[in-house]
């Protein structure tokens, strides 16, 4: 197990919420993501001034990063990728192909900040050790830190052990969440994915995927949570996460959808 990463005492605290989106079903596997950068812009133009929280259970989708997208492999990629029931789109931040579906979690945050570059790497760890407490909350021995051979690796993913496999055989770590951030001037988004449940067709779409693109890793990286703690699932992790974000006031969910279309 990898020592877990410290975050810094400015985010230290978890993050406060002040509005949240309406959860509901995924737009779709591009739209979701263009409307993180939908609201992104809206923050930057002063249209959403409260720090805003969108959560949504996505689509089957592959998401690719801008260096996967000028590979030689790329459309084998692509083609693994609908093979296997996922969309494949190319996200505007940066790392490795990451699969996630509706036994995962999306989690936006949207931020309008004058200097948002600052702290940019505190809240990778900040939010990572966030997620890993709710995780742990649940029952799930969670930390924070990169693990060797994993899928779209990152310093500040989050990662959990497994109990012993059949015989006593040893199981190493599996991933259980990546995040990316995007800045532009006043406002910064900071977007994860979170595998919750059912594993199995990540696992199996990432195997082709990688394979497509020449890429090394370690299939036995990819899993979820009830890999450690058979039977939790998305809404109990939700709730979790909602809770840990410890809002200020219990104010209404906000109907972005019609306040910030999608594009």
């Not at 310093?155 to 990316?180: C, D, F, I, M, N």
């Not at 703690?229 to 979790?240: H, K």
Request: aromatic residues 8%; negative net charge.
């Amino acid at each position: 197990m990898l020592e877990m990463v410290q975050p810094s005492a400015r985010h230290a605290a978890p993050p406060v919420v002040l509005q949240w989106t309406r959860q509901g079903p995924s737009l779709g596997p591009a739209e979701d993501l263009d409307y993180g950068i939908t609201l992104l812009r809206a923050a930057q133009n002063g249209l959403i001034t409260s720090p805003m929280v969108r959560l949504y259970r996505p689509a089957p989708t592959v998401a690719f990063g801008q260096r996967d997208a000028r590979l030689s492999g790329f459309a084998r990629a692509q083609q693994a990728c609908r093979a296997h029931g996922f969309a494949p789109v190319v996200r505007r931040a940066g790392g490795r192909a990451a699969a996630y579906h509706a036994g995962s979690v999306v989690v936006d945050h949207i931020q309008r900040d004058q200097d948002a570059m600052q702290g940019f790497q505190d809240r990778f760890a900040g939010f990572g050790e966030m997620f890993a407490q709710v995780f742990r909350s649940a029952g799930v021995p969670a930390a924070v830190g990169e693990i060797p051979g994993e899928y779209c690796p990152g310093e500040y993913s989050v990662h959990t052990s497994l109990p012993p496999g059949p015989g006593g055989a040893e199981r190493g770590p599996v991933k259980l969440a990546g995040t990316a951030q995007r800045v532009v001037k006043g406002a910064w988004l900071f977007s994860s994915s979170i595998v919750v449940e059912d594993p199995a067709p990540i696992r199996a779409v990432l195997v082709d995927v990688y394979e497509a693109l020449g890429l090394d890793w370690d299939p036995a990286t990819a899993g979820a949570a009830t890999d450690a703690v058979p039977g939790l699932d998305v809404e109990t992790f939700a709730a979790g996460l909602r809770a840990a974000y410890q809002p200020v006031e219990d104010r209404p969910w906000a109907d972005l959808l019609e306040a910030v279309p999608p594009r």
